[in-house]
């Protein structure tokens, strides 16, 4: 076997800096459409939630919608086994281009389709399905996307450069932000948005699917990939590896929850339970999040330099000390900058798991169970964890208990502490060999 990939090897021409880094930005790209696409939903479900759902106060309707965003992360486990297991066997990239033609599709659907004014119950019906369709691509996506990226990123900076994913998933969520205030402050009016205007970021993110199509197609594939043994069941040979998908599962949990908690629900947290204007709240998010993005690439290359274990560590230390504290204060805010500074807090040191999430996951699997062994593990932890953050949230305070979700969020971060504390540090025990 040792011959055969020497021989290999010595067939795969190196790629040049130049080509690397045009194939990690193309990849880079095609993540944000997809990442806009999934977080236009919870962006804009202040405004749509009574179109699907016109029974109820504005907390029951955005419970229900909650309950269709986790509904769409029901699908991301398969999603992460199946497109998982075709980029194994087919390509990184022929699964990106797949991933993010099913992520346009569905916000067509969603773009597209009546309210319930006019079709009834067939309206949530076609809201739910266009929202599994996103959901199955959104899996595949971010296995596919952490292995691709990892694999194309150079061994010494690829901390840095992994990380970039995260700067792309954020800024995505940031784009679908940034559209929303500009039709809140300067094109239409509150009734508009309301009646009709929620429709447009679905369209725009359909259309910006043949561009991410377009730039995918010229990427070059990784050589992990080239190199790499085929299976004949990319399942089977991972469940061959319960260590490393213990390992996903365990860092995963209180990583996702917490980054869902401080990002797409705390829109929705600042108005619904702080008392905030949507607008405010909508402001407040969105420069949080730039920031954030920026935080990513930092973080990653302080990771190249430190090691992984740290990093998490230091989330997981911090994560459980501060959870409860940050959101229960966000309760008793006076102003906008109080807001702003809590949720920048809590959103520095989330980075310390998202920034190098993506590649911890990549180094801990051989190349031929990589994308799967990152996608499908992650995604089922992802959909019990992440997926209900919302759901979880609105329902305790339902019940006049609200505080119950910050210990809920704490625990699961301690929990991940444990995992962090007792595994080994990725950046010096890789099993990405080339880069």
């Known amino acids: 076997m040792s011959t055969t990939l020497h021989s290999i090897t010595a067939q795969t021409p190196a790629m040049s800096t130049s080509r690397r880094l045009r194939s990690i930005f193309g990849g880079s790209i095609g993540n944000l459409v997809e990442w806009y696409d999934w977080y236009v939903f919870s962006a804009f479900s202040l405004y749509f939630a009574q179109a699907f759902f016109p029974q109820g106060d504005q907390t029951m309707?955005?419970?229900?919608?909650?309950?269709?965003?986790?509904v769409g992360f029901v699908m991301r486990p398969l999603g992460g086994w199946l497109l998982g297991a075709f980029a194994d066997r087919k390509g990184r990239k022929a699964a990106l281009l797949l991933s993010v033609f099913m992520?346009?599709?569905?916000?067509?659907?969603?773009?597209?389709?009546?309210?319930?004014?006019?079709?009834?119950?067939?309206?949530?019906?076609?809201?739910v399905l266009a929202?599994?369709?996103?959901?199955?691509?959104?899996?595949?996506?971010?296995?596919?996307?952490?292995?691709?990226?990892?694999?194309?990123?150079?061994?010494?900076?690829?901390?840095?450069?992994?990380?970039?994913?995260?700067?792309t998933l954020v800024a995505g969520q940031l784009c679908a932000l940034m559209l929303l205030i500009v039709l809140q402050q300067f094109l239409l009016t509150p009734e508009q948005l309301h009646a009709w205007g929620w429709r447009i970021p679905f369209l725009i993110g359909a259309m910006l699917a043949v561009i991410?199509?377009?730039?995918?197609?010229?990427?070059?594939?990784?050589?992990?990939?080239?190199?790499?043994?085929?299976?004949?069941?990319?399942?089977?040979?991972?469940?061959?590896?319960p260590r490393p998908v213990l390992?996903?599962?365990?860092?995963?949990?209180?990583?996702?929850?917490?980054?869902?908690?401080?990002?797409?629900?705390?829109?929705?947290?600042?108005?619904?339970?702080?008392?905030?204007?949507?607008?405010?709240?909508?402001s407040i998010s969105a420069a949080a999040l730039f920031i954030y993005a920026w935080l990513q690439p930092a973080f990653g290359a302080l990771s190249d330099r430190i090691g992984r274990r740290p990093m998490l560590i230091g989330f997981g230390v911090l994560g459980t000390l501060l959870t409860y504290p940050i959101l229960s204060s966000l309760t008793q805010v006076q102003g906008w900058w109080q807001a702003f500074g809590l949720v920048m807090l809590a959103l520095v040191v989330v980075s310390?798991?998202?920034?190098?999430?993506?590649?911890?996951?990549?180094?801990?699997?051989?190349?031929?169970?990589?994308?799967?062994?990152v996608g499908l593990p992650y995604a089922l932890t992802l959909s019990v964890f992440g997926g209900t953050a919302e759901f979880l949230a609105l329902w305790f305070?339902?019940?006049?208990?609200?505080?119950?979700?910050?210990?809920?969020?704490?625990?699961?971060?301690?929990?991940?502490?444990?995992?962090?504390?007792?595994?080994?540090?990725?950046?010096?025990?890789?099993?990405?060999?080339?880069?």
Not at 62 to 67: I, P
Not at 135 to 157: N, Q
């Open 131 to 167: 929202r599994l369709l996103q959901g199955l691509s959104i899996g595949g996506e971010y296995g596919t996307s952490a292995t691709y990226l990892s694999e194309m990123a150079p061994a010494r900076t690829r901390g840095f450069w992994s990380s970039i994913q995260y700067v």
């Open 397 to 435: 305070k339902k019940i006049g208990h609200e505080d119950y979700f910050y210990w809920y969020v704490t625990a699961c971060i301690a929990c991940s502490l444990l995992v962090y504390a007792g595994m080994r540090d990725t950046r010096t025990h890789s099993r990405i060999t080339e880069g």
């Open 352 to 373: 310390g798991y998202t920034s190098i999430n993506a590649v911890v996951k990549a180094e801990l699997f051989p190349a031929e169970i990589r994308a799967i062994g």
């Open 212 to 241: 991410a199509v377009l730039i995918r197609r010229n990427m070059d594939e990784t050589t992990s990939f080239k190199q790499a043994t085929r299976v004949a069941s990319p399942l089977r040979t991972l469940l061959r590896h």
């Open 103 to 127: 992520m346009s599709l569905g916000s067509l659907i969603i773009g597209l389709t009546p309210d319930y004014q006019h079709i009834g119950l067939v309206a949530p019906i076609l809201l």
């Open 247 to 282: 390992t996903v599962i365990g860092l995963t949990m209180g990583g996702t929850l917490a980054f869902y908690t401080y990002t797409t629900y705390m829109q929705k947290y600042l108005v619904n339970s702080v008392g905030m204007s949507k607008a405010d709240a909508t």
């Open 61 to 70: 309707q955005l419970l229900n919608t909650a309950a269709v965003f986790a």
